[in-house]
């Protein structure tokens, strides 16, 4: 870690740098810092940057873009520059990742292996590092069900019959899922990837040899038959709820079990005591869990479904819908020297890294995280309740199944299509069937307008893999 890095962590922010072993090796360069304009960063590393420039001799220039006109171009980079820091929304890394730089100077070793090695690398090299990288996890209400005598779901089955016997254990509470225009594709696809993605085959969503969709698969059928067991007994509320609504559901007490994750910790640090209190019900426990997972499999392969070993439970997770990766773009001929790939490579060993994104949904990304991650959610969360959501999310991100959602080029088109049939859906209007052909129609519609080979080479990047060599 910099000299630098070391003050900003070990004492007051109003501490002078440290004078000795100043260096001035990056004299002459200019980092430029693009971030999206919805992490305020300008007002947050205002102070750190002025001192990160005292001690190298670099100066530095923030460019804010906002994510909804889409990605900045990342490609004008001049042989003189330092070279960029480029902070991207997780759900647009496949958008930055053909511009961005491999790490192979940085000890990525610490991110969890699932994380590092199915979501960040391209071609077996590391080209970001994680800030945030959330998942759903089920909540439920641990006094009620223990008072029940009954135990947390493993498998979907497991799930469905908690929903099915609500009026037997939780005392009259409703079950939540976050089915809103603009979650419901990602709790269906966290959903489906227990019946969906089998470990022989590569992909989810497409076919990674011909870019064809696979979203009529009997693994999707049968996720969207369980799926539609449990949304049928939900209140109608579901239809407009975010994974900050169902959490805010089940900490006040009014749902029993849902599907959620732990939002920024910023608004309870600005809640006062008695704020925080109404947030959550008294007398309340809350358990949390990996989501559920399946003890059978759809082998596209094979096209035939294999069932789990005994005693164990198939539950790939689901990430990259929300979060925050960075990454470098390096310079011409200054690989080792750029004020960028130094910049990250203190950030990457700092402690700094996750506090300087207060209003972000706050996630462990590595194994040195662990022993402090449960403070970041407390007091929302008691102590073993956040040890158990910690515990949770890092089981997942280690997971070598570990899925980045839709990593593809036309990745909104297909989430917004998504969503709309599943609206029909949850309405009664399709049944399982016809709303996996539907979804079906709808993503090859998409492909032969983005053209199939662009979409397939896209996936093939965004799942680590090279594109197929023309013929």
């Not at 460019?63 to 070279?83: M, Q, T």
């Not at 590595?366 to 040890?387: G, I, K, V």
């Amino acid at each position: 870690m910099t000299p630098f890095f070391l003050a900003m962590t070990a004492g007051c922010p109003s501490d002078p740098p440290p004078t000795s072993n100043v260096s001035q090796q990056l004299r002459g360069q200019e980092l430029e810092i693009v971030t999206p304009q919805s992490l305020n960063l300008p007002g947050r590393w205002e102070v750190m940057l002025q001192e990160w420039s005292s001690q190298t001799g670099a100066t530095t220039r923030i460019s804010e873009y906002d994510e909804a006109e889409g990605f900045p171009n990342l490609s004008d980079l001049s042989p003189e520059s330092g070279g960029r820091l480029v902070l991207v929304p997780f759900r647009q890394f496949n958008l930055a990742d053909r511009h961005l730089s491999r790490l192979t100077t940085i000890d990525t070793r610490d991110i969890f292996k699932g994380l590092r090695e199915r979501t960040l690398s391209r071609e077996r090299e590391v080209i970001a590092i994680p800030v945030s990288a959330p998942l759903l996890v089920v909540y439920y209400r641990a006094d009620l069900l223990r008072t029940a005598g009954l135990k947390a779901p493993e498998t979907w089955d497991q799930y469905t019959q908690l929903i099915d016997t609500l009026d037997q254990w939780a005392n009259g509470l409703v079950a939540v899922e976050p089915l809103s225009v603009d979650s419901r594709a990602t709790t269906f696809f966290a959903r489906a990837l227990a019946y969906c993605k089998h470990p022989e085959n590569y992909s989810v969503w497409f076919d990674i040899d011909t870019a064809k969709p696979t979203l009529n698969s009997p693994g999707f059928i049968e996720a969207l038959e369980v799926a539609g067991r449990v949304w049928n007994k939900l209140p109608r509320e579901v239809a407009s709820y975010s994974p900050a609504d169902c959490r805010n559901q089940i900490l006040a007490g009014k749902a029993a079990i849902g599907l959620t994750f732990e939002p920024s910790n910023s608004s309870a640090e600005a809640a006062s005591p008695e704020e925080t209190s109404v947030l959550r019900a008294e007398g309340i426990e809350i358990g949390i869990c990996r989501l559920p997972g399946s003890r059978r499999v759809y082998n596209r392969n094979s096209k035939k479904w294999d069932a789990i070993p005994t005693g164990s439970v198939h539950a790939p997770a689901l990430c990259g819908f929300s979060g925050l990766i960075a990454g470098v773009v390096l310079p011409p001929d200054r690989a080792q020297e750029s004020a960028a790939l130094q910049f990250i490579e203190s950030l990457n060993s700092s402690p700094l890294f996750e506090e300087a994104f207060a209003n972000l949904p706050k996630s462990p990304c590595r194994e040195s995280q662990l022993e402090l991650a449960p403070n970041w959610y407390t007091p929302s969360l008691q102590s073993e309740e956040a040890s158990q959501y910690v515990d949770a999310v890092a089981q997942s991100l280690r997971d070598s199944e570990l899925v980045y959602e839709l990593p593809v080029i036309g990745a909104n088109d297909f989430r917004a299509v998504t969503s709309e049939i599943l609206g029909q859906f949850l309405e009664g209007q399709l049944d399982a069937a016809a709303t996996a052909d539907r979804l079906q129609e709808s993503f090859t519609a998409i492909v032969d307008r983005l053209g199939s080979e662009a979409v397939r080479d896209s996936h093939r990047r965004g799942l680590g893999m090279s594109p197929l060599m023309k013929k």
